[in-house]
């Protein structure tokens, strides 16, 4: 038998995870841009951090919500 996680705490996964790597992503970006264009690369880079550290507060908000 499978327990499958309430739609709540489902949808709630997907979006950390989304944060998480959208925001790797962006910070990856911005450094490569960095190189190119320091101010671009800091607008692209400082957003990343924020979306991943987002996503790492929503996988704390996720541990203490009740099943």
């Known amino acids: 038998m499978t327990t499958t996680p309430p739609k ?3 949808r709630l996964e ?3 995870w ?3 790597y ?3 992503f962006l ?3 911005g450094i490569a841009t960095g ?3 320091e101010a671009l690369g800091w607008s692209m880079a400082t957003p990343g951090v924020l979306l991943a550290a987002a996503g790492v507060v929503l996988i704390y908000v ?3 919500l009740k099943p």
Do not use: Q, T, V
């Open 18 to 20: 989304i944060l998480i």
């Open 8 to 10: 709540p705490h489902a």
């Open 62 to 64: 996720r541990s203490r």
């Open 14 to 16: 997907k979006w950390i």
């Open 22 to 24: 959208g925001g790797l």
């Open 35 to 37: 190189r190119a264009n």
């Open 27 to 29: 910070l990856i970006l």
